[in-house]
């Protein structure tokens, strides 16, 4: 069940986030993407309502995937619509400090008051920005975790939110990026 305050903030945003950036760079990655890797799951945000996108990877309609080509070239912004909802997403790859790249996508609303987020990071997505209050969300890229942050979230570097962002599963076939459930 979605909270109907927090569905009607969803729809609100939706005309105001297609602005939402995503950062171009042309240059060839060096590292291997990591394909085939089809059931890997970031951890779930503390508190966020679950929407499922997707029941599988192999049933995902592939309008609501992203090319893991267009990744290499930086972040890429997406409304998924499931059912009544859009939900304006990011999807990026992740440089961890393992030296791989991981695919990941986040909820582009920032948790403080829920205005469109601004990405940072060239190719590799390594964050946001809020231009109302300031706030800062930066990527966990260390697979044993950054302090109280589990790897690959997308935890709070600079107030005023106290929140992570939103994190959305997302699974890898053939090539491409498929959301498979978002925590909103
Ligand atoms: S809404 Fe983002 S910092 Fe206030």
């Known amino acids: 069940m979605v909270d109907e305050n927090r569905r009607n903030t969803i729809k609100i945003l939706i005309g ?36 499922e996108i997707c029941k599988d990877v192999n049933s995902c309609p592939k309008e609501l995937g992203v090319p893991l080509d267009e990744l290499r070239n930086g972040p890429v912004f997406k409304l998924i619509r499931v059912n009544s909802m859009a939900i304006p997403a990011v999807f990026g790859l992740i440089r961890a400090t393992d030296g791989k790249e991981y695919p990941a996508a986040y909820v582009a609303i920032c948790t403080h008051f829920g205005c469109p987020l601004n990405v940072m990071g060239g190719k590799y997505l390594t964050g946001f920005n809020c231009p109302c209050h300031g706030s800062v969300f930066t990527v966990c890229n260390k697979p044993e975790g950054c302090g109280n942050a589990r790897f690959l979230e997308m935890y709070v570097s600079g107030g005023p939110a106290v929140r992570s962002l939103r994190s959305i599963v997302v699974a890898v076939k053939d090539g491409v990026v498929y959301p498979l459930v978002a925590h909103i």
């Open 16 to 51: 105001t986030t297609a602005a939402v950036g995503a950062g171009m760079l042309a240059t060839p990655l060096v590292a291997s993407i990591i394909d085939g890797r089809a059931g890997y799951v970031k951890p779930e945000t503390t508190g966020a309502v679950k929407v």
